[in-house]
């Protein structure tokens, strides 16, 4: 009986990640065998009923960080990776299929905690394979080819990974939509103040860290939305301690007036990715910077502004038709005119 582990997994407060587990573990489901999740934060995703759709969490050795971060070179820094993740590591044998699913882990200086579990899964004679991933074709050097090559199958959740990939001959590759598209919304009570007409936005830390401008650009986004919307909805999407939204859009609230600062409805802490989605489909329009946040707008047939940094972005935008309403980050002063043309195209 075949055995699934799912790695890259970073924990349920990154609700994008918890999307992709929740379509995910049905999926593999079938094959018949146990799913085991490695996951760095095994209480999020108990917080978050992650533990109920698995059989098995396992968590990373989180203390190695900084040694894993002090060693100098790939092959230095793979072997600390293997003590980071040493127990998840251990129930790799020739009946485990290795399925990662970190989206777009392998875009990352770290994707040699990717390849890690990849060459272990080869070692022992067990399968490997990417599911749902997005890989910037200029990171794509000698040895991540190799790697990449010796996967077993990957499954490019987008037009222009799929693409480069087989630019350098890596064939194994099918395009898939990313797994979260399938999520299904969760109806949730709306927030106060939610009305038809409500404005969802989403504001990464990471993202504003690439650009000094963003945060002002989206206060004029919020300023202009705030004059014709019902009320703004600040919806984070993630939530992990060094990379928390909701800090982001407390910085961009308080660059509004009063006035528009009554008219703000927040997401609840508590909501899991389906229930966020739910709110997303209920607002109508979307202006953000997180990917999954898109992705459950573009799910739902709501009209989404994204802000841009990666591959991922401008793939997928791409592939659903909306690659002109995906603003690359250093662009960000063309948010205030699309975000007028696409509100009043909608409305």
């Given amino acids: 009986m075949k055995k699934i582990l799912l ?10 990640a918890e999307a992709i587990v929740r379509t995910s573990v049905p999926v593999f489901r079938q094959a018949g065998g146990p799913v085991l999740l490695s996951t760095h934060f095994p209480e999020q995703d108990r917080e978050f009923g992650l533990d109920k759709l698995v059989d098995k969490l396992i968590p990373a050795s989180l203390s190695l960080v900084p040694e894993e971060r002090a060693a100098e070179g790939f092959a230095a820094k793979e072997r600390i990776a293997a003590k980071i993740y040493r127990e998840a590591l251990a129930e790799i044998d020739r009946d485990t299929i290795c399925v990662g699913i970190g ?28 599911w749902g991933c997005s890989i910037e074709p200029e990171q794509i050097n000698g040895e991540m080819k190799r790697v990449l090559s010796e996967h077993d199958h990957i499954y490019a959740r987008e037009g222009l990974t799929a693409a480069a990939l087989r630019k350098h001959g890596i064939t194994q590759v099918t395009q898939a939509k990313d797994p979260a598209f399938s999520l299904l919304p969760e109806p949730v009570p709306l927030p106060e103040n939610f009305g038809e007409h409500t404005a969802a ?63 703000i409805c927040w997401a609840p802490a508590h909501l899991n990715a389906a229930q966020r989605k739910y709110l997303i489909s209920k607002c109508a329009i979307l202006v953000c910077c997180r990917t999954h946040a898109s992705i459950a707008a573009y ?40 975000t007028a043309e696409l509100w009043n195209r909608a409305h």
């Fill in 299 to 338: 799910s739902a047939g709501v009209p989404v502004i994204v802000v841009g940094y990666s591959v991922k972005s401008q793939g997928i935008g791409l592939d659903v038709g909306m690659e002109r309403w995906v603003v690359p980050v250093e662009n960000s002063a063309d948010l205030v005119p699309l």
């Fill in 201 to 263: 936005l989403n504001l990464s830390p990471m993202v504003l860290r690439r650009s000094k401008q963003l945060l002002y650009h989206f206060a004029e986004c919020a300023h202009w939305l705030s004059a014709r919307a019902d009320a703004l909805l600040m919806i984070p999407h993630v939530t992990t301690p060094a990379d928390d939204d909701k800090q982001a859009l407390e910085e961009l609230e308080q660059l509004l007036t009063p006035s528009e600062r009554s008219r």
């Fill in 7 to 16: 790695y890259g997994h970073g924990g349920a407060y990154n609700h994008g």
């Fill in 103 to 130: 989206g777009d882990n392998y875009c990352y200086p770290n994707w040699h905690r990717q390849s890690i579990f990849h060459r272990t899964a080869k070692e022992r004679g067990g399968k490997s394979i990417l």
